[in-house]
């Protein structure tokens, strides 16, 4: 049964990091691109960062400079290096795999991170 589990998230102040590791069972993680998401607060879930097979990465604008994917095929996991955080970056944040060749998701179950002095 596949499974992608979040941790890292909670609270933390304005300026500062936190790292999000999203670890994936039952998947081949070569055959998939890894991204995450975040839902904030009211608002629908918006993609912000993503990379490939051979870790080319895409940021949204709105992290671009601030958060970095990466990826571990061998462990079988993507992180989510997020510094200089803001209070809009208050979301829950959510794994995705995303199969290269049939394009079917899987999803983590979300985790929560808190910008908040």
């Known amino acids: 049964q596949v499974q992608l589990v979040e941790s890292g998230g909670g609270l933390v102040q304005p300026g500062g990091s936190l790292m999000l590791s999203c670890v994936a069972s039952?998947?081949?993680?070569?055959?998939?691109?890894m991204s995450w998401y975040r839902q904030p607060p009211g608002a629908q879930r918006e993609w912000i960062a993503s990379i490939g097979r051979f870790e080319t990465t895409a940021y949204a604008d709105s992290v671009k400079g601030r958060f970095v994917i990466s990826r571990d095929n061998d462990q079988k996991t993507s992180n989510l290096q997020m510094n200089n955080l803001i209070p809009e970056d208050t979301a829950v944040y959510y794994c995705?795999?995303?199969?290269?060749?049939?394009?079917?998701?899987?999803w983590g179950q979300g985790i929560q991170v808190t910008v908040s002095s």
């Open positions: 039952a998947l081949k993680l070569t055959q998939y691109n």
């Open positions: 995705n795999a995303r199969s290269r060749y049939s394009g079917r998701d899987f």
